[in-house]
């Protein structure tokens, strides 16, 4: 499925000071009053009545705190005031800085560098969002979307948007994605056996994609739920018939493939990321049928295993294992694609294909300072048409070593380039997030 499969990849302010003032130290209250009635040349009643209080402030000193309110309510007596002074820097408070609003999401920019020997050499320029539908849902992953733009010097140009959400609180999720474009490619046919001479057929394919699906958590995060597909096709030879080559069957020079599907998975991993530890199990199902608009009738399958241990806070070991099978009348571009889906690097997508595929892989991921990480993996597989026609003189092995750039620190994703070996060649692949 090179066609479908490269249009699906092509997301003022209050300082809290205190003023006071200064208390001058009082005069003693007979003196004061004496001084004042002394300049007073009235003889009015209220003076004698001032006379006779101050006469009984002579002789009990101590009563002097209480009757000097009276007398001084009743005379004005000039008072200096003492200004307040100014707060030292000392005495100035700062007010609290205010917290740092959260981002609801992380945006995600790459452009990535491919180049392959199946489609050429070229740029794809990814944009992705991270994000949580609800800030207060504990539970559920980020989810995705984002949208991406492809060329290379073959032709090929594409164009998609895509997303992978997650809502309720890990209740429910859904995986979408909507891609059209063409692509000019070499097909090496089906079967092809390793170690002998390839014989390759440049063919030119166009089209729209169109997959989704919904899945609901029944509990202990499995999730079970249906999933569609819709491709609309044209393929053609991109010149003369290779002799010997793949012809291309009259039925899929124009054709419409639709299914419907189940797909069931268990979670089990610490994050969707990155992860450190826990398992990934995922089973699908698709069973195309003209009953949903398909030319051809057939049935795909995929088991898909992942694993994760952390051997210490920076090192972390990571396994897979998946197997795949295409029964009916299949297309050259939905058989089970050797080197798809990183299953393995080190093989290009359309080198090796047939209806029975398996593939297995380990990876040691190591974390160094300033966002750096290294990878070191290795892995075996193999295609055949039945699953007893399974050959150890045939199987594909690959290595190879990868770095890595953090991206986006709080949701660790990395920015990776790996570099692997196969059997019969070598791969550079770039890409965001982990292999697996």
Not at 294 to 313: A, L
Not at 375 to 390: D, H, K, P, T
Request: proline share 6%; net charge positive; glycine share 10%.
């Amino acid at each position: 499925m090179p066609a479908a499969f490269l249009l699906a990849a092509v997301l003022i302010v209050p300082c809290g000071a205190t003023a006071w003032a200064q208390k001058t130290d009082p005069q003693p209250v007979n003196e004061a009053v004496k001084e004042t009635v002394s300049t007073t040349q009235t003889t009015d009643p209220l003076s004698d009545q001032l006379d006779d209080e101050i006469q009984d402030a002579e002789i009990d000193n101590e009563e002097v705190s209480v009757l000097a309110p009276s007398i001084t309510d009743r005379l004005p007596v000039p008072t200096q005031q003492t200004p307040s002074p100014s707060p030292s820097p000392k005495q100035t408070k700062t007010a609290p800085a205010q917290p740092k609003k959260e981002k609801r999401g992380s945006l995600i920019i790459a452009p990535i560098p491919i180049s392959s020997p199946a489609v050429g050499s070229g740029l794809v320029l990814a944009i992705g969002y991270v994000f949580k539908f609800n800030k207060d849902d504990k539970l559920s992953p980020p989810s995705t979307v984002g949208l991406a733009g492809a060329f290379t010097n073959s032709g090929t140009r594409g164009g998609g948007i895509g997303g992978h959400l997650y809502f309720k609180e890990n209740t429910y999720q859904t995986t979408f994605i909507l891609a059209k474009g063409r692509v000019n490619f070499d097909f090496y046919g089906i079967g092809r056996i390793p170690g002998r001479e390839p014989v390759s057929v440049a063919i030119k394919g166009a089209g729209t994609v169109f997959y989704g699906d919904f899945l609901r958590n029944v509990g202990d995060n499995i999730f079970v739920g249906v999933r569609y597909q819709y491709r609309r096709l044209s393929t053609e030879l991109d010149g003369p018939q290779t002799p010997g080559g793949f012809e291309i069957p009259t039925i899929d020079l124009k054709s419409t493939s639709a299914a419907l599907g189940f797909r069931v998975q268990r979670d089990k991993r610490d994050s969707t990321f990155y992860p450190r530890k826990g398992t990934l199990i995922d089973v699908t199902g698709d069973f195309f049928d003209q009953i949903w608009g398909s030319r051809r009738e057939y049935q795909t399958y995929k088991v898909q295993f992942n694993g994760y241990r952390e051997v210490s806070p920076r090192r972390v070991i990571a396994y897979r294992a998946m197997v795949c099978t295409a029964n009916g009348s299949v297309p050259f571009y939905d058989l089970c694609l050797y080197g798809a889906n990183n299953d393995l690097r080190g093989y290009t997508a359309g080198e090796f294909q047939n209806r029975r595929m398996f593939a297995t892989q380990m990876e040691y991921r190591m974390e160094f300072a300033r966002r750096l990480g290294l990878v070191a993996f290795g892995g075996i597989g193999g295609i055949a048409r039945r699953w007893n026609a399974f050959r150890a003189d045939e199987l594909l092995p690959a290595a190879g070593i990868g770095l890595r750039f953090k991206l986006d620190k709080k949701n660790h994703i990395n920015y990776r380039i790996d570099f692997a070996v196969g059997r019969d060649g070598h791969t550079l692949s770039i890409g965001v997030g982990e292999a697996f």
